[in-house]
C-alpha cells in the first residue's frame, strides 16, 4: 500500500545553502533526487497505474476547463474534436491555450470526490512543515504559508503555451513542477518547462526527469513545450504554487 512509506519521505542529503544560492541568482532552481527512492517510486506508481486522469483545456477565452474522468467518457467523438479544434483556432492567433491530462488534488479533497487515498494525502504532506521549510529554505521567503496541488500527465500533443502565472489576489510566490517522469527522456520529445525573456527567446529551461522538483519565482514567463506524436506517455508530475495566503 502507498500509505506504508512517507510519500514525502524527503531527501536529507540536500545542500539547501547551494539551492538557496542558486535561486537568489536566477529565481529558478531544479532539485533532483529531492525525495527518497521509495517514496518517488510509490509516487509514480499511483501517478501511473492509479490515477483516473481527466482533461484541463483552455482556447482563448473559452476556459479554463477541468474535465473529469467520467465528464469525458460522456463526451462524443464529435464534442471531443471541437475541444481540439478551438486549441488549433486559438494557438494559430495570439490566444493563450493548454491542453493536457490533470487530476485536481485539492479540488477533490475540498468537494469530497477523491478517488484514490495517496492522492489526497499529497496535499496534507504538501503543506506539512517538512515540505514547507525546505521551500522557504530555497526561497529565502519565510512568509510562505500553503501549497495547492494536480497531478499532470502530458502526453503526446499536450502542452501549456507561455504564461506569468500572474494572480495578485491568490498570494502566488513559488510555482513548482514535481516530475516524476518515467523514463529518460530524449529533447526531441517536448515537454521540457522552458523559460523566456522579454524578447520570447528562451533563457533557461528544465528537462523532464524522475524524483526532480522545479521551482520557479512568479511571475516569470514558462511554457511546456508542445509534446510530440511519437513521445511516450511518460511526463508525470504535480505541480502548483506555494503562497503567501
Request: charged content about 20%; glycine content about 8%.
Amino acid at each position: 500500500m502507498a500509505g506504508e512509506i512517507p510519500l514525502f519521505e524527503l531527501n536529507p542529503n540536500l545542500d539547501r545553502w547551494d539551492l538557496a544560492r542558486r535561486f537568489a541568482n536566477e529565481g529558478r532552481v531544479q532539485v533532483r533526487d529531492f525525495l527518497s527512492e521509495d517514496a518517488a517510486q510509490t509516487i509514480l506508481r499511483v501517478l501511473a497505474n492509479e490515477t483516473p486522469w481527466g482533461l484541463a483545456w483552455q482556447a482563448g477565452s473559452d476556459g479554463p476547463h477541468g474535465l473529469r474522468r467520467q465528464e469525458i467518457d460522456l463526451q462524443t467523438p464529435g464534442q471531443m474534436q471541437d475541444v481540439s479544434g478551438k486549441i488549433a483556432a486559438a494557438m494559430q492567433g495570439e490566444d493563450y491555450a493548454f491542453a493536457y491530462a490533470q487530476y485536481q488534488i485539492l479540488t477533490a479533497v475540498q468537494q469530497g470526490w477523491g478517488e484514490h487515498p495517496a492522492l489526497d494525502l499529497i496535499i496534507e504532506h504538501l503543506n506539512a512543515e517538512p515540505m514547507m521549510d525546505l521551500i522557504r529554505d530555497i526561497s529565502g521567503m519565510t512568509d510562505l504559508v500553503k501549497a495547492d496541488a494536480q497531478a499532470t500527465l502530458y502526453a503526446p500533443q499536450h502542452f501549456l503555451s507561455a504564461h506569468n502565472d500572474v494572480h495578485a489576489e491568490e498570494g502566488r510566490q513559488i510555482a513548482y513542477v514535481m516530475s516524476f517522469c518515467a523514463q529518460e527522456w530524449r529533447p526531441d520529445w517536448g515537454g521540457y518547462l522552458l523559460f523566456y525573456d522579454e524578447e520570447g527567446d528562451v533563457v533557461g529551461g528544465f528537462r523532464p526527469r524522475f524524483n526532480a522538483l522545479n521551482l520557479f519565482r512568479v511571475p516569470q514567463w514558462h511554457s511546456v513545450s508542445y509534446v510530440t506524436p511519437f513521445a511516450p506517455v511518460a511526463r508525470f508530475a504535480i505541480t502548483g504554487w506555494f503562497r503567501d495566503r
